[in-house]
C-alpha cells in the first residue's frame, strides 16, 4: 500500500522542530531598560539557525517510499504594541555601540509616545515538498514576544 504523501510531508515537518525565533531588540527588552520616544527601535532575529529561520530540509520514509521537505522563514512580522508594524524579510541586523542613535538599515522602528509594550514577531515559514509523485505547500507560523519601555526625554531650561 502506497502511503499518503501528505502524511509524510507532514512527519517530515514535525521532525524540523520549528520554532519561534529568539527576538534580538535594541534598547534590550530588560528590566531597566529604557527606549526613548523618536529613537530608533531595532529588530533582529537572534541566533537564527535551521529551526527558527532555515533552510531545514527533513524527509520522511514509509513502506520503501519517501517524501522530502524543506522551510525556510519568507517573513518576519513585528508587531509593536502601539498598533504599528513592521514586516522584514531578512533577519535583520544586530545592534553594535558603534552605530550610535543611527536607524537599522534593514529592520527599525521609532515609537511616538512613552509606554510599555508587547513587542510580538510573528515568523512566517513556507514549507515545500515533494515524494510520491506529489508535491505541495505547507505553511506555518510561530510567535515569541517581549516587553520593551519607552520613556520620554525631558529638558528643562533656565533662563
Known amino acids: 500500500m502506497i502511503p499518503d504523501p501528505r502524511v509524510l510531508a507532514q512527519q517530515a515537518v514535525t521532525q524540523m522542530r520549528l520554532r519561534a525565533v529568539t527576538i534580538g531588540m535594541a534598547p534590550e527588552p530588560s528590566p531597566g531598560s529604557v527606549g526613548l520616544v523618536g529613537l530608533p527601535i531595532w529588530l533582529w532575529v537572534a541566533s537564527p ?11 520522511a520514509s514509509a513502506g520503501g517510499y ?13 508587531s509593536m504594541g502601539d498598533g504599528g508594524t513592521v514586516a522584514c524579510t531578512s533577519t535583520g541586523t544586530s545592534y553594535k ?7 537599522s538599515p ?5 515609537y511616538t509616545k512613552q509606554g ?13 515538498w515533494s515524494g510520491i509523485g506529489a508535491s505541495g505547500v505547507i505553511n ?13 526625554l525631558q529638558t528643562v531650561v533656565k533662563g
Not at 66 to 78: E, L, P, R
Not at 97 to 103: N, P, R, W, Y
Not at 106 to 110: A, E, Q, T, V
Not at 140 to 152: D, M, P
Request: net charge negative.
Open 49 to 59: 539557525d535551521a529551526s527558527t529561520w532555515g533552510p531545514n530540509t527533513k524527509t
Open 97 to 103: 555601540d558603534s552605530f550610535g542613535m543611527s536607524a
Open 116 to 128: 510599555t509594550y508587547t513587542v510580538t514577531a510573528t515568523s512566517y515559514w513556507t514549507i515545500n
Open 140 to 152: 506555518q507560523t510561530y510567535t515569541s514576544s517581549v516587553v520593551v519601555t519607552i520613556g520620554e
Open 66 to 78: 519517501s517524501v522530502t521537505a524543506t522551510g525556510k522563514v519568507t517573513q518576519v512580522v513585528w
Open 106 to 110: 534593514d529592520c527599525g522602528y521609532r
